[in-house]
């Protein structure tokens, strides 16, 4: 303590107070004394304060210690008290401790060493005293702070503490009349609760759990509960707890959750229909020349009288009709395929940039990426079709994120940039992850290719099909300083008609 | 120079060429097949007839770019165009580069057949043109500088007696050219005459 230390003696006998001084100058060379010699000295002192140690003889000509400690605690009840007497007992030793007595100090000079002892122990004691007292005031307002309630109860559910934070929680009337609200009568799922307490004190591990909470008005919260055995003087087990509103957390939980569903679903959808439309295409060639060889053939066979040309003509005659039926079947599909892209609309390509990155925001915020939006003004306006486009940048914005995880946080950073040309508007993603070799650049494109362990590589692929289906190109290129820039290029409309803002 | 008409096929899907030659040699249709547009432009000869069925999307140059060199070379060949993916703006630039038709792969049973069979009665049908008005053009070249101008006079609508005054010849001599022009131009009314020459001039 920088403060010196300031102690009250109160001893009628000047040559003991000067014996008790000298003694505790040995060890608190500039303690000041506020020497007391009578009972009027002594209330002044009580009512000025100001020390922080009260040394007291028992045998005193106006009174006795056990008033002096008596009337010393009732002002100053944090103030430690030490007996000092020559005329002690042990009854008046112990009644004196009742009493509230922090210390007794024999005057014998074969003792005079247990005083300082005695002052040196009480002046650690308050001192600890006062962290702890620091310390809970801090722990309660960090509590209220972060709206966490904290609560005492029995076994048995009952509060028997609360503080305001968990008062205001459970919309309980008031502090003081929460003692005794039998806490999971609160709750939506009280039996879900009285299991926990049950758990707690029969495992004596700490215990949490969701709980949901109905209000007068019949809105739901969602609380999380964490308890643990309290330490309690008594024997009856106490649990002490806090319980935290999460209702926020998981509902932002659940939207994210609904997002990441919907996103796998138009990509799960895309995908199926970039590979039905790849198959068709690919079945084209195999049925057109089987339609024009057996179309040959008939003719062939009408020309040869032979005897088995009716079997085989008939067989032909077949062959020709069921790749007739092949063909109309890939027809109808690519005139589905088609009706889609003459949905198109036109598009503001800031907007639907914009949409993709808010899209994807959870992703990039859980790692740290750090993102730049640099926006065309105006904004360019696209055909397109909006979901197969955002798919497309969401893709390649998941992409970007995840190449830069390789990097610290601090080196994060995705960039997405739009720009207008003269026939073309652009998309520009650049990140700052390692990315991939020059020679691979092309490679990342072809179907099945993938550097990810659980990914299928079909995300790229599908992606470019599904930007030159919309007559525009998608390519990646290395940054001459760090990472990679995955560029889409789509062709801009004029048409005034926007579908979007 | 007499030679078989052919259907030129350009596809770089080997069963999808040959299937065209397995459809029309049984029509009595002599085909040749190439793999790309650059092997079908350095055999193609322009007095060959027939016609040509290319697919769109080739190896190398595409069937637009074919189109368009042969638009500059100005051939009069019929080209039918064969895709897998059209759409408006594909079929509009073909047809745009001369194609005659612009079909989608696989083609129903008869379409292709058809296509060709067309095709080639049309390119038949220039080439026959183009064999008359090559002949006109050759009667003309026999005439005398006298004869011809008796002639442009003719096919101007003037009679006899103006074209004698106008070339300052008797009439006896303007007939005399007349009766020789309808000889060499093998026409056998003065009607004919006109019909052949003006009909070689629109060909021109």
């Known amino acids: ?501 | 120079m007499q030679s078989e008409t052919t259907v030129f096929v350009v596809d770089d899907d080997a069963a999808a060429r040959e299937s065209v030659r397995a459809l029309v040699e049984p029509m009595g249709v002599h085909s040749e097949l190439f793999a790309s547009a650059e092997e079908f432009l350095k055999a193609y000869d322009p007095s060959r007839p027939g016609c040509l069925v290319t697919d769109l999307r080739l190896m190398g140059m595409s069937g637009l770019e074919l189109l368009q060199k042969l638009a500059d070379k100005n051939a009069r060949f019929p080209v039918i165009v064969i895709t897998g993916h059209a759409d408006v703006p594909v079929a509009v630039q073909a047809m745009q580069h001369g194609a005659v038709t612009l079909l989608e792969k696989p083609c129903p049973e008869l379409e292709l057949w058809e296509a060709i069979r067309k095709a080639l009665a049309r390119d038949a049908e220039t080439r026959e043109r183009e064999a008359r008005r090559r002949a006109i053009t050759e009667r003309i070249a026999c005439l005398t500088p006298e004869e011809r101008a008796v002639m442009d006079r003719l096919i101007a609508g003037q009679i006899n007696k103006v074209i004698a005054s106008e070339l300052g010849v008797s009439l006896r001599t303007v007939e005399l050219r007349r009766h020789n022009v309808l000889r060499k131009m093998e026409a056998d009314s003065l009607a004919t005459l006109v019909r052949m020459v003006l009909q070689a001039r629109e060909l021109a």
């Open chain 1, 1 to 501: 303590m920088s403060e010196p230390l300031r102690v009250l003696l109160i001893d009628d006998d000047p040559d003991d107070r000067l014996l008790a001084l000298r003694e505790l100058r040995k060890e608190f060379p500039d303690i000041e004394a506020i020497e007391i010699k009578e009972g009027r000295e002594l209330e002044q002192a009580l009512e000025r304060g100001g020390f922080d140690l009260a040394i007291t003889d028992y045998l005193l000509r106006w009174t006795d210690g056990i008033r002096v400690l008596t009337a010393l605690k009732a002002r100053h009840p944090d103030c430690p008290v030490i007996m000092f007497t020559g005329t002690g007992s042990e009854e008046i030793a112990v009644e004196a401790m009742k009493n509230g007595l922090d210390d007794y100090a024999i005057k014998n000079v074969h003792h005079l060493v247990r005083l300082r002892a005695a002052v040196h122990s009480l002046l650690e004691r308050a001192q600890s005293k006062q962290r702890a007292a620091q310390l809970a005031t801090r722990l309660e307002t960090l509590l209220s702070r972060l709206n966490l309630g904290t609560f005492r109860c029995t076994a048995g559910g009952e509060l028997l503490e609360a503080n305001p934070a968990l008062v205001q929680m459970l919309a309980l009337p008031s502090e003081e009349e929460a003692e005794g609200t039998v806490l999971q009568e609160r709750f939506l799922q009280p039996d879900d609760c009285v299991q926990l307490f049950d758990r707690l004190v029969r495992t004596g591990q700490p215990q949490e759990r969701e709980l949901e909470w109905r209000g007068p008005a019949g809105h739901t919260r969602w609380l999380r509960l964490f308890a643990v055995v309290g330490a309690s003087p008594k024997d009856n087990a106490v649990i002490d707890g806090f319980v935290e509103d999460v209702t926020e957390r998981r509902r932002m939980a659940d939207e994210l959750q609904k997002q990441q569903l919907a996103l796998n679903h138009v990509s799960r959808i895309t995908t199926i229909g970039e590979m039905a439309a790849g198959i068709t295409h690919e079945l084209t060639q195999p049925v057109y020349a089987i339609s024009n060889v057996a179309l040959g053939l008939t003719r062939a066979l009408e020309r040869s009288k032979n005897s088995e040309s009716e079997t085989v003509s008939s067989g032909v005659r077949q062959i020709l009709e069921q790749a007739t039926r092949a063909g109309e079947l890939i027809k109808r599909w690519r005139d589905f395929t088609r009706r889609r892209q003459a949905d198109r609309s036109t598009w503001h390509l800031n907007a639907l940039v914009q949409e993709a990155v808010e899209l994807t925001t959870f992703e990039s915020r859980e790692h740290g990426v750090e993102l730049a939006l640099q926006l065309a003004e105006p904004s360019p306006l696209i055909a397109a079709d909006r979901i197969q486009i955002q798919q497309v940048v969401v893709n390649l914005l998941r992409n970007a994120y995840e190449a830069t995880y390789d990097q610290p946080e601090s080196d994060r950073r995705v960039t997405i940039q739009t720009t207008a040309g003269r026939d073309h508007a652009e998309v520009a993603i650049r990140d700052t992850g390692s990315g991939v070799p020059e020679e691979r650049l092309e490679q990342i494109f072809e179907p099945f290719y993938t550097t990810k362990p659980d990914g299928m590589g079909m995300g790229l692929a599908v992606s470019r099909s599904i930007v030159e289906a919309h007559h525009g190109r998608l390519w990646a290129t290395r940054d001459a300083d760090e990472g990679m820039t995955f560029r889409l290029t789509l062709p801009i409309t004029q048409d005034d008609e926007t579908s979007a803002e």
